[in-house]
């Protein structure tokens, strides 16, 4: 049978009747399955990367600002975090949608600030210092674009001359990953 004899049989015949193709109903059973998959819910499995920051010591009188730029070519949905060390408490959070670069669409502020009174209690003992550790986590969804992001930590302090910024620390990858570079989990 010649490809034209075969090609009218196909079309002649039911979908059920079909031995070389999928029929319709096992597509409509596809197409629904991916959709549920891909619908967006509180707790969803994503791609997730995470920049972090080294511990920093906190000292009084100090501000924390942490803050991402988008730098990829679709939308990167970020949570900027400070974390307490000693304690792992969450200090403070913030969700942002970055567009990407060149967008018409306006730009939310990027950055995440804290005080180290918001920290917590800091010490002038040097053996057992207060620490907190800048966090951005990279989301997105199973079936959306890469997104990539960059984030830097600065650290002013206030006095006569007014704010100045006595260090800025660049967050580095911190997520382990399987050999294929895509670690995945549940995600809020």
Known sequence: MDHRQKAATLLDSEPSETADGPDMKSLVCCVVLLALASRSSSARVAVVFRLASPPIPVEAGQSFSLCAANVGTASADLTLQFINVRTGTIVAS?????????????????????????????????????????LVVIKKGLFSRAAAATASLQVTVTDSGGSRIIASIPLHLATLTNGRNTPIEHVK
């Open 94 to 134: 913030r969700d942002v949608i970055l567009p990407p670069p060149g967008s018409a669409a306006g730009t939310p502020d990027p950055c995440l600030q804290t005080t180290a009174d918001a920290i917590g209690p800091t010490t002038s003992s040097h053996s057992n210092p207060t620490l907190v550790v800048g």
